[in-house]
């Protein structure tokens, strides 16, 4: 018997992962999400499921991150290992993927999305539409790249990081866990854990 394949979370960005899938030619029974708001509606055309109630009772579900918020898609993720169902690394076929690059559980790579030569990707990580790895990348855990964003060549992103829209940072800086770059932010100096910086160049901010 096939498992059942759903996403987690059904906003905006629950409906792209769902694309995903569906260029990948898999067959979505539909979205869960915690919000009980959703529950019984409709995302797609497809129903949206109460999460707990849904994973409790389809043990052997596969599953697609559909969160874009870093926190709260890893407590998505925990929920989904926690109740014997599979998480899905999930590629686009428009991406362009180096033989060499490795993908962790759980990650997701959109469209047009490209991944260079050594590059490593993290659990439940986002690649975004568009967004560019460069070689020998370091892209932690739970971290997310938005659309347009540039990663130079042996760069290292931390575990929870947001990289802004159109944003770059340079080969060989260090962006470091729970940090926020802003849209179109050009990073040419190593950011320390937990600041926020935009500008060109990047500048550190104090996060109001």
């Avoid at 870093?70 to 407590?75: F, T």
């Avoid at 998480?87 to 991944?115: C, E, F, K, N, Y």
């Amino acid at each position: 018997m096939t498992a059942m394949v759903v996403v987690y979370g059904a906003g905006g960005h629950g409906k792209v992962v769902a694309e995903i899938l569906l260029a990948c030619r898999q067959t979505l029974a539909g979205f869960i999400d915690d919000d009980i708001g959703r529950t019984a509606s409709t995302v797609l055309a497809l129903p949206v499921f109460g999460a707990f109630e849904w994973l409790s009772a389809h043990p052997g579900a596969q599953v697609g991150l559909g969160i874009g918020e870093n926190h709260a898609r890893e407590q998505a993720a925990l929920r989904v290992q926690e109740s014997g169902s599979m998480l899905l690394t999930l590629v686009h076929p428009s991406a362009v993927v180096a033989r060499s690059a490795r993908i962790d559980r759980g990650a997701v790579i959109m469209a047009a999305a490209v991944l260079n030569a050594d590059c490593v990707i993290g659990e439940g990580a986002i690649v975004n539409t568009g967004a560019i790895v460069e070689h020998d990348v370091q892209v932690g855990g739970y971290a997310h790249l938005s659309p347009g964003s540039t990663i130079g060549g042996a760069a290292q992103i931390g575990a929870y990081a947001h990289i802004g829209i159109g944003a770059t940072v340079l080969p060989r800086k260090h962006v470091g866990n729970n940090c926020m770059i802003g849209a179109g932010a050009v990073v040419v100096d190593d950011i320390a854990d937990g600041q926020t910086a935009y500008g060109v160049p990047a500048k550190v901010r104090v996060r109001l």
